[in-house]
């Protein structure tokens, strides 16, 4: 029973020994010259609430020791990873973190001289930067796998992701549109009709004095007469009718077979009334 | 061609032939030129093999996808001729033998073998909802290429490693970002299996194991006592890949003036043109083109070297696949082109340039009978009336009164 309880304890060691857990994590923020800005011992119950803000010339130092739970003896992890992600943009950098072979462990972060891995913190159309997350991984094969989020990080503002000249086609592109030449500008139609009215002024002085002159159309309707009237009505109409919708040829040719009859009629006519001064 | 251990794909296998695909095995070694014979759209799985035959190298791959083959490729751990040709595809692959490791979340299988949470919606490629898939292989890192198109993303916890086993160790890690390092293939930016649509229309697949595929990891169960999407997972990652889902054509391009239905030789200046379009996409289950009217983002380009007038193509209601939409003709005349340039991730590119001449008005193509002519019209129809009218009163009129006063002159 002795052996079965020990082995039972040892069992139960074994499986407390495999979980992992920091030592004094701890960040300070220190600025070109070395005062200290920040510095805070970092919680694994709750995250540290206030996003840790870095200057251009800041250094954020890390430091912890890796032990594990039970016996606090130090651990070097296969992985011991820094993750920084943008949840906006969905930019993530992992970033190794050296740990020595009793566990502890230290990290500089520069924004002057960055790591590779660091995503792009772009300023956003706020004016904004967004803050980075931080997360500490941890991961051995003899031990349970430990994530710790830390603080937020606000690092001073970077270029952009460098994004692929044709990536702008895969995406709906602004919409185009072309500058017309303005309509035409048209005077007042009160204007035009003034004009008109003045164009048609003389109408009065020649209808007056033909009614006073001119001779009472006896003729009119005589079978001599009449046909060389209508066929220069006739030639009247086709003209508007061509300035209206018809094309050249069409009214030449009505033209030409109009002009045909015209001279037949005008000679009659234009006989009758010679014919008529003979007399 | 699956040579080695077709029993342990099975499931993949009957799941391919169920889909209407002829499978064709070749041992690894064969000299014969299986693969650059297909002249028809057929698909070749090239999986991982040891040594891979003579006439599997890069080139001939690359020959295969310029034919429009599609081509799902399985990348082994150890180099092989089918590193570099990931390469030529933007696809970043770390060193030999070092396969990816999480060792999250907490399980009894080894690191190398993972469980992956497969987001709804997180590729176009995967259109079902894919249980936690395991996964055993390499990662790749992924180039900015839009043509790219990652499938499975690796977990954050993840990274790329010789295993503690063999000869991996935390300071390998750690020196592997230091100045001459390798670098760190880590966390969700890696891809697992990450697809490629060709400007032809062609579509490769790199899975970063063949495993993925295997029957053992699609009976396995990951941690809800669900069964794994394995069978799922490669079933949607072959219908891509072999042109059953996200595949498009044009069928139609028509253009006309807005109230006539044939079209133009050519357009004159401020003419309103109407540009429709047919789109189809392929129905797999029903292995035929269907009308397709669910692209939300159409855009047709009226081009004259640069693009006059970029509009948004909708679709139209009631006529199934039918995107129209109408503008009005620029100023300038010029020869220009209808163009429809559509590419989206995961989809195929819809391409088509419809050339039309634009010319100014003709003599008679102006606009007539403004208002401001009026008393232009009113002069010249007032004098050919006066004239007729004069006429037709020297004409009719008596000839006595000349006679008369002809006669009193005489006198």
């Known amino acids: 029973m002795f052996f079965r309880s020990f082995g039972l304890l040892l069992l139960a060691a074994a499986a407390q020994a495999s979980i992992l857990t920091l030592k004094s994590p701890r960040f300070v923020v220190s600025d070109s010259i070395g005062t200290q800005l920040r510095a805070e011992p970092i919680s694994l119950e709750h995250r540290t609430a206030s996003p840790v803000k870095l200057g251009g010339r800041d250094t954020l130092k890390l430091t912890f020791q890796v032990v594990e739970k039970e016996d606090g003896k130090g651990v070097q992890p296969h992985q011991t990873f820094l993750r920084f992600y943008d949840e906006v943009t969905g930019e993530e950098g992992i970033q190794p973190i050296r740990v020595a072979s009793n566990g502890k462990a230290k990290f500089d972060l520069n924004p002057s001289k960055p790591p590779l891995s660091l995503p792009p913190t772009p300023k956003t159309a706020s004016g904004e930067v967004n803050p980075l997350q931080l997360t500490l991984l941890i991961g051995s094969p003899e031990h349970e796998p430990l994530s710790i989020r830390l603080f937020d990080l606000v690092l001073p503002p970077s270029q952009p992701a460098p994004v692929h000249p044709d990536e702008i086609k895969f995406h709906l592109q602004e919409e185009l549109f072309h500058t017309f030449r303005p309509d035409q500008k048209v005077p007042n139609k009160f204007i035009s009709l003034v004009f008109s009215g003045i164009a048609l002024a003389p109408w009065v002085v020649l209808l007056g004095l033909w009614s006073q002159v001119a001779p009472a159309p006896t003729n009119l309707l005589s079978p001599f007469i009449l046909p060389f009237i209508l066929s220069l009505g006739a030639f009247e109409t086709l003209l508007f009718t061509y300035w209206v919708k018809l094309k050249l040829f069409d009214v030449l040719l009505y033209g030409a077979g109009l002009g045909l009859v015209t001279i037949f009629t005008g000679r009659q006519a234009l006989a009758s009334i010679s014919a008529q001064r003979k007399d | ?411």
């Open chain 2, 1 to 411: 061609m699956v040579p080695i251990g077709t029993s342990q794909y099975s499931t993949f296998l009957e799941g391919l032939k169920a889909g209407g695909y002829d499978l064709t095995f070749g041992p690894p070694k064969s000299e014969g030129p299986v693969v650059i014979k297909v002249d028809a759209p057929n698909f070749v799985h090239v999986p991982q093999a040891r040594n891979l035959g003579k006439d599997i190298t890069p080139q001939s791959i690359v020959q295969l996808l310029s034919r429009k083959t599609n081509v799902l490729v399985a990348l082994p751990t150890k180099q092989s001729p089918l590193h570099p040709l990931a390469a030529e595809f933007s696809l970043v692959l770390p060193p030999p033998s070092t396969p990816l490791i999480s060792y999250s979340p907490k399980r009894d299988t080894p690191s190398t073998l993972l469980p992956i949470k497969v987001e709804d919606h997180s590729s176009p490629a995967l259109t079902k909802h894919i249980e936690p898939v395991w996964f055993s292989g390499i990662p790749a890192s992924l180039g900015s290429n839009p043509l790219l198109v990652p499938i499975l993303r690796a977990p954050s916890e993840s990274f790329a490693s010789e295993t503690t086993v063999t000869s991996g160790s935390a300071d390998a890690v750690a020196d592997s970002v230091e100045r001459g390092g390798e670098g760190l293939w880590a966390g969700s930016s890696l891809s697992l299996a990450t697809g490629f649509q060709a400007t032809n229309g062609a579509r490769i697949t790199f899975v970063g194991g063949a495993e993925i595929f295997s029957d053992e990891l699609a009976q396995k169960e990951t941690e809800r006592h669900r069964q794994s999407g394995n069978a799922a997972f490669s079933r949607e990652v072959a219908a891509w890949t072999f042109q059953e889902n996200l595949v498009l054509r044009i069928d139609k391009v028509e253009h006309h003036l807005v109230n006539a239905t044939e079209p133009n030789e050519q357009y004159t200046n401020n003419d309103q043109v109407v540009f429709s379009t047919y789109i189809s996409k392929w129905n797999p289950t029903k292995g035929k083109w269907e009308p397709y009217s669910g692209l939300k983002d159409l855009q047709l380009e009226f081009t004259m070297l640069d693009p006059f007038i970029r509009t948004s193509l909708p679709p139209v209601r009631g006529a199934p696949g039918k995107y129209s939409t109408s503008f009005r003709a620029p100023d300038r005349h010029g020869v220009f082109k209808f163009v429809v340039d559509y590419k989206r991730k995961g989809w195929t590119s819809l391409e088509s340039s419809t050339t039309v001449p634009v010319v100014p008005p003709r003599h008679d193509g102006y606009p007539r009978f403004l208002s401001a002519a009026w008393p232009y019209y009113t002069g010249a129809i007032s004098t050919s009336v006066a004239f007729f009218l004069f006429s037709t009163i020297w004409l009719a009129g008596e000839v006595n009164e000349r006679k008369r006063s002809k006669g009193s002159k005489a006198e």
